[in-house]
């Protein structure tokens, strides 16, 4: 996968239910990103961090969470609150705080409330 | 905020013929201009960038053009082959804190 990682592809969500979806990356990239695609709809931020032990809300972060304690991972929690949760999620990474390197793409999770 | 429109959503061409999608934004500060390219089921893949000291960036089929008094820049891809057949998102880097906002994206049919 390039260097960034995550899993699982496929996962299936109950309702009520808080869900963890796990992003590493072993390029020393110092910025990491979750984004959420639906159709139509684009990529749409929901929490990014430009260092260790630091991130910020996006356009969307209602209903998720995430920590950032090592540098490599970037783990995304979906939580109940999040009432519309399926959806393609993305988790990206870059070199430093600006973007000027281009991202690099995790190859998603699916997630899906059953 | 920043905010980026992308035209058309589908676009469908014959083989052969050129793809022209085109994007405007709102931030005047921004200075990077990517676009990445998403086959069916997989991660978005930088095809090409664009930075503001530059107007155009051409690499193979591909090239880029920014105007940066209207706020937009376009994707031309010539000699469209069926592998383009993908959806294209355009993105700006924001000016005050560098994260790429996205266009909604751009789906592409080359027809063969």
């Known amino acids: 996968d390039g260097g960034i990682t995550q899993s699982p592809k496929y996962l299936f969500r109950k309702e009520g239910q808080n869900v963890t979806l796990s992003c590493e990356q072993n390029l020393n990239h110092d910025a990491m990103y979750w984004y959420r695609q639906d159709p139509g709809q684009g990529l749409r931020l929901i929490y990014y961090?430009?260092?260790?032990?630091?991130?910020q809300k996006g356009d969307i972060a209602e209903g998720y969470s995430v920590s950032r304690e090592k540098k490599e991972s970037f783990p995304l929690t979906v939580t109940s609150a999040q009432k519309n949760p399926t959806a393609f999620y993305l988790c990206?990474?870059?070199?430093?705080?600006?973007?000027?390197?281009?991202?690099?793409f995790g190859s998603g999770t699916r997630l899906t409330v059953v | 905020g920043e905010n980026v429109e992308q035209h058309p959503s589908t676009l469908s061409v014959q083989e052969g013929d050129s793809a022209v999608i085109k994007c405007t934004y709102s931030?005047?500060?921004?200075?990077?201009f990517p676009w990445y390219k998403q086959e069916l089921g997989k991660r978005p893949q930088l095809i090409i960038d664009i930075r503001s000291n530059v107007g155009e960036k051409k690499d193979q089929r591909i090239a880029v053009t920014l105007n940066k008094t209207a706020k937009h820049f376009s994707l031309h891809i010539t000699e469209t082959q069926p592998e383009d057949s993908a959806v294209y998102f355009c993105?700006?880097?924001?000016?005050?804190?560098?994260?790429?906002?996205f266009g909604k994206g751009t789906l592409l049919t080359v027809n063969p």
């Open positions: 993105a700006q880097e924001g000016g005050s804190n560098y994260k790429l906002t």
């Open positions: 931030d005047s500060a921004s200075n990077y």
């Open positions: 990206a990474s870059t070199r430093d705080s600006t973007s000027r390197y281009g991202y690099t």
């Open positions: 961090s430009q260092i260790v032990n630091d991130f």
